[in-house]
């Protein structure tokens, strides 16, 4: 028996933006004018695509996406609207798996299949969200002000946040017109179990349930509690000083902590602190890796599909707080350099043999209840910093703003670069209301000339 994934809901493609210069835009309940079922402009292979053992253990969930473009004087909205059709039904010719279904496999194992049966992505046209699935959605919606946003929102299970980069600015290039310069490949069999899978090799902790707070016997309280997101802003100035923070008393063999590293242990120190935990509390920060260029041999360029792998560093919530940043920044360092070929294939033979992925499925849903919960006493970081995912332009101009749409839970941030390509970084933070105030004032604090505005 199988079902098809379309039939379930995803959030809403909204959020409350800060922008520079203290400017706010505010996406609030819009009215759905139209929608279009977008499909290939050409044949393409309809047999199926094998879903690899890393995309199985993705959240279920849409990973949404939003950019805003100013005031477009002299193009219609029917005109952009036309532009976007166009394009992406030539963008999906090469990237062809999204515009096919997802469905469940037989067994209640958790495990999707993909069926390659160009139905189409769903473009939405709105005034000012309405989202059914298929793996693709994008909205398109016009404000009083003449300017515009696009939402788009991809599956977890299909791509990772490079694949979606890749198809993001080869559908704008299509817009305007120029050629296609990067093929996607599409063989997911690189990333396949091995046959019989092999008995762990390694300490696969994201398999376990995540630390606890002490004195709690589950999570269920701390899951329970009212949350809020901030905006943060570091400039390039910041972001050097919290690496010369993070490297001043590394050893002389080490090699030197990235920005990263000192912005990611910057923010893990900070929550310990914000939260007021115990000396002995155990915490974990849980972070992707792009595993691309790690494997033997490195993969083809242009790869379409999952290539992270998300791992944990691990220390105790004292440490953190009294040494210096190079603790936090060692310990990121230490979790990341685990990450070899052979790590990543006893990952996957691990993904192969679970009885049930359920559990992997739903927790990035905002509110959701069901899965591990890993907020307080943990943190979960996606980094953006690197990803080509600025300066999209479909032939009326680059973005002045994009960034996530939603930060799904307790203790979940995204680290993404400044707007104009100038070393400053902007971070996304959900945190409970309790200890907003407070981790704002820890982050900030010995650093000059800062910003922050509350969603």
């Known amino acids: 028996m199988t079902q098809n994934i379309s039939s379930l809901k995803i959030p809403i493609l909204s959020l409350s933006l800060s922008l520079s210069l203290s400017l706010w835009l505010t996406i609030k309940m819009v009215v759905l004018k139209n929608y279009y079922t977008v499909r290939p402009a050409e044949p393409t292979p309809s047999s199926g695509i094998c879903m690899s053992d890393c995309d199985q253990d993705k959240p279920i969930t849409h990973a949404p996406l939003i950019c805003f473009y100013g005031s477009l004087p002299g193009l219609s909205f029917a005109s952009i609207i036309e532009t976007l059709k166009i394009s992406l ?152 000083k919290l690496k010369h923070m993070a490297n001043v008393s590394r050893a002389t063999n080490v090699q030197s902590y990235s920005r990263y590293e000192a912005v990611a242990g910057h923010l893990w120190r900070c929550t310990c602190n914000a939260r007021e935990h115990k000396n002995n509390q155990i915490t974990k920060l849980y972070f992707q890796v792009n595993f691309r260029n790690r494997m033997l041999p490195p993969f083809p360029q242009g790869y379409f599909g999952n290539a992270i792998l998300r791992i944990a560093a691990s220390s105790q919530s004292g440490e953190l707080m009294t040494r210096p940043l190079g603790h936090a920044s060692s310990k990121i360092r230490e979790a990341v350099e685990m990450v070899t070929d052979d790590y990543v294939r006893s990952a996957i033979d691990l993904v192969k043999v679970q009885p049930d992925l359920t559990r992997f499925r739903t927790y990035h849903t905002v509110g959701s209840t069901q899965g591990h919960f890993y907020g307080n006493p943990n943190i979960e970081i996606t980094s953006w910093i690197g990803l080509p995912l600025k300066n999209v332009d479909f032939g009326w101009g680059k973005e002045i703003y994009m960034g996530p749409a939603t930060v799904a839970f307790d203790g979940k941030c995204f680290i993404f670069s400044g707007r104009d390509g100038d070393g400053s970084l902007t971070i996304a933070m959900r945190l409970q209301v309790a200890h907003m105030d407070a981790f704002k004032e820890f982050f900030y604090k010995d650093i000059s000339d800062w910003s922050c505005s509350k969603l």
């Open 89 to 240: 039904s030539k963008a999906l010719v090469c990237f062809y798996p999204l515009a096919g279904r997802l469905y469940w496999t037989t067994g209640n194992s958790g495990r999707v299949a993909l069926n390659c049966n160009s139905m189409g992505a769903r473009l939405y046209q709105a005034d000012d969200p309405l989202d059914q699935l298929p793996l693709l959605l994008v909205q398109l919606t016009k404000f009083s002000c003449g300017g515009v946003s696009l939402g788009l929102a991809t599956s977890h299970i299909m791509i990772d946040g490079l694949s979606l980069s890749h198809f993001i600015s080869t559908w704008a290039k299509f817009a305007r017109g120029e050629p296609l310069d990067v093929l996607p490949f599409l063989d997911r069999t690189l990333l396949l179990a091995r046959d019989p899978p092999i008995p762990p090799q390694f300490n696969h902790d994201r398999f376990s349930p995540p630390p606890l707070l002490i004195g709690g016997s589950d999570n269920q309280e701390e899951r329970s509690k009212e949350t809020t997101v901030a905006m943060f802003h570091l400039s390039k100035t910041q972001v050097e």
